[in-house]
Structure formats: C-alpha cells, structure tokens
C-alpha cells in the first residue's frame, strides 16, 4: 500500500484521538465545577468521581429531555433549558445522595462558575489582545 493511500486514515485516527482527548478533558473540568457547586449547595456525600458520573450520566439525559424539548415548539428552548437543569439534579440526587434542592443548587452553580470562569478568561485574553494591538 503506498504512503499516500494511508495518510487520510492517519489523519483521520488523529482527529479521533484529539476529539477524544478534547472530550476527556471538558468532562473533568464540568466535573470539577460540578465539585465545586456541590461544595458550595452544602452537599456531603461529594467526591470528584461522583461528580465525573453526574457530569456524564446527567449530562446525556439532560441532553435528550433538551432535544425532544427543543424540537417541539417556540417556547420550547427555555423549557428545555431549565429541564436540562431538573434532570442533571434529579440524576445527581442518588448519586450525591442529596436532597433535590441542594443537587439543583449543585448543577445551577457548577454551569454559573464554568461561565463566570469562562467569560474571565475570554475578558483577560481580550485585554490581552487589545494591549498587544496598542503596543504593536
């Protein structure tokens, strides 16, 4: 088989292994928020392997409950956007073995703390883009 038959496969197992590791990494920062949160709503029975398996489990059943939400109507995206809140916390419940209101203060706080954290870094690195313009 010649070189350039194999490279679109090498680039394409490439892209893969760097979807995969993208992915891995936003499932532990979501996690770590989701810590955070739930060190924040009060909840004991917290640990960063919990929050991993909140992250994932919730976030694939919020993901679906948002989409049928979402496909069905107008108003339906803000429906379906405070619903992906309500099934992260009915999901984080058994698993942080909490109360309702503590897991939903849990996931509300975790999604505020990754965007506050977020639009920080964006405001620094626009400043930071914005200074160099000047200097340069």
Known sequence: MHHSSVLPFALAGGALAVVAAVV?????????????GARIAGIEGRSFGRALAVTILGGLASFAVSFVLVASGPVAPIVG???????????????????FGRAFGAVVLAWALSLLIFVVI???????????????
Request: proline fraction near 2%; aromatic fraction near 18%.
């Open 24 to 36: 891995l990494v936003v499932l532990f920062v979501q996690s770590f928020f989701l810590l955070w």
């Open 81 to 99: 956007f405070v619903a992906g809140f309500v099934v992260s916390a009915l999901v984080a419940m058994p698993v942080f073995r909490t109360s």
């Open 122 to 136: 964006a405001l620094v690195f626009l400043g930071l883009g914005v200074s160099l313009a000047v200097l340069g």
